[in-house]
């Protein structure tokens, strides 16, 4: 395991059109994380699963962004109908309950430009 | 909810200085405090992280240090080398597995 995926690395979009980008954990971490970055910004959460079950949501989750982890392994974020304000990069983590680490594992991170 | 404010938002340094980027949080919930390194069109990486029960950490060049009282927590890094150039950023969470609060970022660059 070489550790959190995301797919694709890059997305163009047009406004409007509907995305959906995907996000594999490390194998049996329970717990998985979505972030927006924007330039010369940290990290913004959005919402995190605890295996298949959404815990939280973050305001900024609009109704057009939905995320699921229906097995309670990888993960997909949808947006809908977007928007130029989108257009930033969408950070994936993972961790484990189990270890008594508290470390968040960040992936690559999908970056999304809307024009 | 939780803020999380961070200063300076970009500093120099000649390498083999020291340099010390501070940060405040807002939610005396707070007990956990993790620093991530993110070099440019990469990914955050922790690079230490301190609990609320522990005023200070230290592992080799990096420390961490929190004061409670204050909400106040700084990251520490002696003889900077090239290599430190990078953007740092200091978060805060309640209970480990919980979403984490972010920083806006420090710029650090090391000057050889």
């Known amino acids: 395991d070489t550790g959190v995926s995301q797919d694709p690395r890059h997305k163009i979009t047009k406004r409007g059109q509907n995305v959906t980008f995907r996000c594999d954990p490390i194998s049996e971490h329970n717990r998985l994380y979505w972030y927006r970055q924007t330039l010369g910004q940290g990290p913004e959460f959005l919402t995190y699963?605890?295996?298949?079950?959404?815990?939280?949501k973050s305001r900024l989750l609009s109704d057009r962004f939905s995320a699921e982890r229906p097995k309670g392994s990888f993960s997909t974020l949808e947006i809908q109908r977007t928007e130029q304000g989108d257009s930033a990069m969408y950070l994936c983590a993972s961790s484990s309950t189990s270890t008594g680490s508290y470390e968040q594992y960040f992936g690559p991170g999908t970056r999304l430009t809307v024009t | 909810g939780e803020n999380v404010e961070q200063h300076p938002s970009t500093l120099s340094v000649q390498e083999g200085d020291s340099a010390v980027i501070k940060c405040t949080y807002s939610?005396?919930?707070?007990?956990?405090f993790p620093w991530y390194k993110q070099e440019l069109g990469k990914r955050p990486q922790l690079i230490i992280d301190i609990r609320s029960n522990v005023g200070e950490k230290k592992d080799q060049r990096i420390a961490v240090t929190l004061n409670k009282t204050a909400k106040h927590f700084s990251l520490h890094i002696t003889e900077t080398q090239p290599e430190d150039s990078a953007v740092y950023f200091c978060a805060a969470t309640y209970g480990g597995y919980q979403k984490v609060t972010f920083g806006t970022g420090t710029k650090l660059q090391v000057i050889p």
């Open positions: 699963f605890q295996n298949e079950a959404q815990l939280e």
């Open positions: 939610d005396s919930a707070s007990n956990y």
